[in-house]
Every structure is written in C-alpha cells, then in structure tokens.
C-alpha cells in the first residue's frame, strides 16, 4: 500500500514539475548531443520502417498482378477461336501458371530472408525507445529535485540535504543511462550497411530470379506469333453495315426504307404477310405526307418493317376511293390520323408506304396499310 502511495506521489510531482517548465517557471536539463542522435536515430527507423512496408506492399502487388494476368489469358482463350495463333494463347495461359510458381517462390524468400529479419532487427529500436522514455523520466526527476534543493537551501530547510542525496542519486541513474543511449544510438545507424547489404541481395536475385522466369516463359509465346503485325487492331475497319446505309436510321419520306434497293431478295428471312393475325403493331414513327403541312424532318422513324415487306402498293390504273375494311383496332395519335375499329368501312385514298390515307365518316386521315384491307 505504501509503495503504490509512493508511486502516485511522485507520478503527481513529475506532472507538477512538467507543468512549471511549460510555464517557465522551472528549468529543464538540455542535451543537445543527446537529441542530436535522438533526431538521426528517429529518422533511420522510420525510413526502415517503411521499407519494411514498401517490401510488403511489393510482395502483395505481384500477387494481384499474377491474378490479373492471367485473367487477361483466360479471357483471351475463352474468346479466340481454335484455329489462327490459339497455340499461342494456350502457351500464354500456361506461362501465366509458371510464373505463379516463381512468384510464390519469390514471396517465401522475401518472409523469410526479409521480412523476418527485419521484425528482429526491429526489436533493438523498439528496446531503444522504451529505454528513451525511461531516461527523460529520470532527467525529469533530476529537474525536480534540483528545483526542490534550490528552493530549501533559499530557505535554510534542515530537509536539504536529503532532498540533495536524492538529487545526487537522481544525476547518477539519469547520466549513466543517458552515456549508454549516446553510444547505442549510433551504433545502430553506423551498424545499418551490415544488416542492409544482405537484405538488398535477398531482395534483387530473388526479384531478378523471378522476372527471369517471366521472360523466358513469355518469350516462348512471342515466336508464336511472328506473323502478326501487333499494331493491326489500331484503326481496325467495322465490318458491320456503315450507319449511314442502315435500315435503322435510313427512311424514304414515303417510310419505305432508303436501303430496300440494296436488299438481298435471296435471303433465307421470310416476312411476315400483312394480313396475318400474328402481326404485331409498327412502332414506326409517323412521316406525314406534304399536304398535312409537317416538316419531314422534325421526325426520326425507325423501320419496323423489314424491307421485303414494303407495304403493298395498289395498281396504278385503280380509280380512288377504293372500298377498304379495318382488321385491327387503331387509335389516332393526332389530327392527322383516323380512329378505327376493327370490321369497319372505309374509303382508301392513297394507298403508298406504311401509311394509308382514307376517310372514315366525315373524317379523312391515314391509317397504317397492315391495319386495313383494300376490297
């Protein structure tokens, strides 16, 4: 009990003594050779340190780069077909697995002829910093009891010569642990070739031993391939129909495709009549003809229609109207189109592309052809 007391005391003498040299109000013990090699062997273990680190943040890079590279191969066999250079992506993927093999090799090197040799020779830095700490305990000790002396023997306090033993005591613990700090430091910063050399030629034949691999086995895929030119893919020409000539974006302003003149009639496609009941409704956007006063070009009309299927055109010695019925319901949009039912009469005015003009009642407009039948 009493040497916890004593301990509490003296930890709450210590704080007091901090708190007086912050005000100034006490003096403080300076060692500048101290803190000289305190500053440089502060500087040397966190520059170890984070070779430490770095060491390991390498080893871990090459892990995720083995797993990328041979993603990459993987993908690649998964998609060139079996013929052309595919020997060579399978000697890729191959190549992949055995410079896994050297860097798992490369990592065991670097845990146990790096790493692990760092972490002990990590040990005496961290032993100097506890006893750095134990020293500027002491020192600050020393301080105390040389403000305490000063302030007895200003007051002729018969406790002064105590307080002036423990003093002495204090110097002796504090300048003998303070000459073995100023002679250990150093000797580790001095000491740093002799442990760094070993460790850096760890490091580079094992990095060279793996990249070695890594050559050789890529290498042997490049004579695979000599006979492709590596920048042929830069610039590569579409091999799909331009868009300026495609049936998507291409429309004649009767709606007929502007590319049905290239359609190859042999094709195995065969459309669906108009008249069947499996046909389902054109999302193509409407293109008014000119007397309906709307510009042509504020519409962008995707064919629907495939261009064998053009809409049929009646023959050009028929006399208009004509007599037609509605096979499907239809809704108009607008002004301009009709609203129909399905077995309703009407009257066919115009019967070109995929939009019919007819009068239904009082009410004349178009109406899509695949919609209605001419009688």
């Given at each position: 009990?009493?040497?916890?007391?004593?301990?509490?005391?003296?930890?709450?003498?210590?704080?007091?003594?901090?708190?007086m040299?912050?005000?100034?109000?006490?003096e403080?013990?300076?060692?500048?050779?101290?803190?000289?090699?305190?500053?440089?062997?502060?500087?040397?273990?966190?520059?170890l340190?984070?070779?430490?680190?770095?060491s390991?943040k390498?080893?871990?890079?090459?892990q995720?780069?083995?797993e990328?590279?041979?993603?990459?191969?993987?993908?690649?066999?998964?998609?060139?077909?079996?013929?052309?250079?595919?020997?060579?992506v399978?000697?890729?993927r191959?190549?992949c697995?055995?410079?896994?093999?050297?860097?798992v090799?490369?990592?065991?090197?670097?845990?146990?002829?790096?790493?692990?040799?760092?972490?002990?020779?990590?040990q005496?830095?961290?032993?100097?910093?506890?006893?750095?700490?134990?020293?500027?305990?002491?020192?600050?000790?020393?301080?105390?009891?040389?403000?305490?002396?000063?302030a007895?023997?200003?007051?002729a306090d018969?406790?002064?010569?105590?307080?002036?033993?423990?003093?002495a005591?204090?110097?002796?613990n504090y300048?003998?642990?303070?000459?073995?700090?100023l002679?250990?430091?150093p000797?580790?910063?001095?000491?740093?070739g002799?442990?760094?050399?070993?460790?850096?030629?760890t490091f580079?034949?094992?990095?060279?031993?793996?990249?070695?691999?890594?050559?050789?086995?890529?290498?042997?895929?490049?004579?695979?391939?000599?006979s492709?030119?590596?920048?042929?893919?830069?610039?590569?020409?579409h091999?799909?129909?331009?868009?300026?000539?495609?049936?998507?974006?291409?429309?004649?302003?009767?709606?007929?495709?502007?590319?049905?003149?290239?359609?190859?009639?042999?094709?195995?496609?065969?459309?669906?009549?108009a008249?069947?009941?499996?046909?389902?409704?054109?999302?193509?956007?409407?293109?008014?003809?000119?007397?309906?006063?709307?510009?042509?070009?504020?519409?962008?009309?995707?064919?629907?229609?495939?261009?064998?299927?053009a809409?049929?055109?009646?023959?050009?010695?028929?006399?208009w109207?004509?007599?037609?019925?509605?096979?499907?319901?239809?809704?108009?949009?607008?002004?301009?189109e009709l609203?129909?039912?399905a077995?309703?009469?009407?009257e066919?005015?115009?019967?070109?592309?995929?939009?019919?003009?007819?009068?239904h009642?009082?009410?004349?407009?178009?109406?899509p052809?695949?919609y209605v039948?001419?009688?």
């Amino acid at each position: 009990m009493n040497n916890l007391w004593s301990k509490t005391k003296t930890a709450a003498q210590q704080t007091k003594q901090k708190a007086m040299v912050k005000l100034g109000r006490a003096e403080e013990t300076v060692d500048t050779s101290f803190n000289a090699e305190r500053d440089k062997f502060n500087e040397y273990n966190t520059k170890l340190k984070k070779l430490k680190e770095d060491s390991r943040k390498l080893v871990k890079a090459l892990q995720a780069l083995s797993e990328a590279q041979t993603a990459v191969y993987e993908g690649f066999l998964q998609l060139y077909p079996s013929e052309g250079v595919s020997s060579a992506v399978q000697r890729g993927r191959e190549a992949c697995s055995t410079m896994e093999v050297a860097r798992v090799q490369f990592e065991q090197i670097m845990n146990t002829e790096f790493q692990e040799p760092m972490i002990l020779y990590n040990q005496q830095f961290d032993e100097v910093k506890r006893r750095t700490d134990i020293r500027s305990t002491r020192k600050l000790d020393m301080d105390r009891y040389k403000h305490d002396l000063k302030a007895r023997q200003a007051k002729a306090d018969p406790k002064a010569s105590l307080t002036e033993d423990k003093l002495a005591r204090a110097q002796m613990n504090y300048d003998i642990l303070n000459h073995e700090l100023l002679q250990d430091m150093p000797k580790l910063y001095e000491d740093r070739g002799a442990f760094l050399e070993p460790l850096f030629s760890t490091f580079n034949h094992g990095f060279a031993d793996f990249y070695d691999v890594a050559h050789t086995s890529i290498s042997a895929t490049n004579a695979l391939l000599s006979s492709v030119p590596r920048a042929s893919a830069v610039g590569y020409k579409h091999i799909i129909t331009p868009r300026e000539q495609s049936a998507a974006y291409a429309i004649n302003a009767d709606g007929t495709p502007a590319t049905i003149a290239s359609y190859d009639s042999a094709s195995t496609y065969q459309p669906t009549p108009a008249s069947t009941t499996a046909y389902s409704p054109p999302t193509a956007a409407y293109v008014p003809p000119a007397e309906y006063n709307t510009p042509v070009d504020t519409y962008e009309a995707v064919p629907v229609v495939p261009f064998a299927a053009a809409a049929p055109s009646a023959p050009a010695s028929a006399e208009w109207p004509k007599p037609g019925r509605v096979l499907y319901d239809f809704s108009g949009q607008d002004e301009t189109e009709l609203t129909v039912k399905a077995g309703e009469s009407i009257e066919i005015y115009a019967a070109e592309g995929e939009w019919w003009e007819a009068q239904h009642g009082n009410h004349r407009g178009l109406v899509p052809y695949n919609y209605v039948q001419m009688l």
